[in-house]
DNA sequence: CATAAACCGTACCATACGGTACGGATAAGA
DNA sequence: TCTTATCCGTACCGTATGGTACGGTTTATG
């Protein structure tokens, strides 16, 4: 019963580490501030997570694994392909463009520039994780005759470009909203039909 | 021979702020290192540019500058469209993934969630200012023809969607290194003949 | 050449943060 | 109920930063 009750106080501090980390950016999160707002003891954070870094390096790989169970699934080809196509989309915009995924992006940025280790792991767990599920589903997609694509790699960046624009940069910088479940569908429509449209057979 | 010269001074002070930007970071972007490497002191930085924000948001509309006055004489028709599109995209890319401009997004970027003022003046003085005028290129092209085009702003995010891509958030997260002047031209050829093809009548 | 302004280098202050140490409370286990 | 390990609250330390003050020196101006 103990190991149970662990995870669950993990899980609490890291949503509230993401709290936190949402409304002060990666330098403005103070280890004090998720503390005491967690009702916990700095000395407690220091023992589970390593330190500041370690902490939202484990934020990042949990929320990678969220992303993952959630984009995954919509990629079992049971309806049209295109049908397929506006699902993972609105799947990934909603991620993407949503609080906490705004907030790490930030986070992994602002530190990119004197170190890296945040963005490798939000690499290597987000994008190295999802993406080649999405070219094999456009390569079958290829093989049997839905579209006609010669590098999946490069229709797959397509389809991306499409759907996400500059939204996501817009995101990032605070210049947009997170968006509403019309405006995500909306978009992952348009970029689908645009994508039909440019791999036509 | 004043004002001259002290326009000089004020950009190599920039000049440098972008450089220990580009190296530490917004955050760890001191005054005092910018003050050192620059051979100036702290009371002057304070006395020219006010705060650490000002100072940045100085560098900012002076970058801002000098992208629109790269980017605005590529829309001038005087050959293909296409070709004019590719060289538009050539410029773009380059602006926007060159270290100045990284290492200023990211700033803009580490800032977001607690103050937008960077982020702001990083969109109406870089974005707001500019894509304007594509989206009159594209009218233009639309009545005259060349591409069938139902709403210019939509078409113009689908060519800056094909066009960047996820290179530009890579970028920002230390994923990519900047792009040689052949990738910049494959990646400007690449997103022009797709949309052509999007928007062929 | 003399005078005044601008600017550099340094010292200084208050503040905040990351990380560590420790005593007391609390909850699990025997 | 007693014991032991875990965790909370607080205090503490060293360091770094933004911002200000000031004496000395260089540079422009008359």
Known sequence: ?????????????MDIAVEVLAERGYRGASMLEIA????????????????KPGLFEQVIRRNARAVQAALAPRLENDTTAE??????????LRLLLGEDAVAINRAAISEAASDSRLAQVLASAGREAT??????????????????????????????GLLIGDSQIRRLLGLLPAPGEAEIL?????AAARFSRLYAP
Chains 1, 2 share one sequence.
């Open 1 to 13: 019963m103990k190991a149970a009750s662990r995870e669950r106080r993990r899980n609490e501090i």
């Open 186 to 190: 909306a978009r992952a429509n348009r």
């Open 36 to 51: 005491n707002r967690a009702s916990a003891s700095k000395e407690t954070l220091y023992a589970w997570f390593g330190d």
């Open 131 to 160: 993406l080649p599920d999405f070219i094999r589903f456009l390569e079958g997609h290829s093989r049997n005759g839905t579209w006609q694509i010669d590098t999946p790699s490069e229709a797959a960046e397509d389809f991306l």
């Open 83 to 92: 049908s397929v196509l506006v699902a993972f989309g609105q799947a990934l």
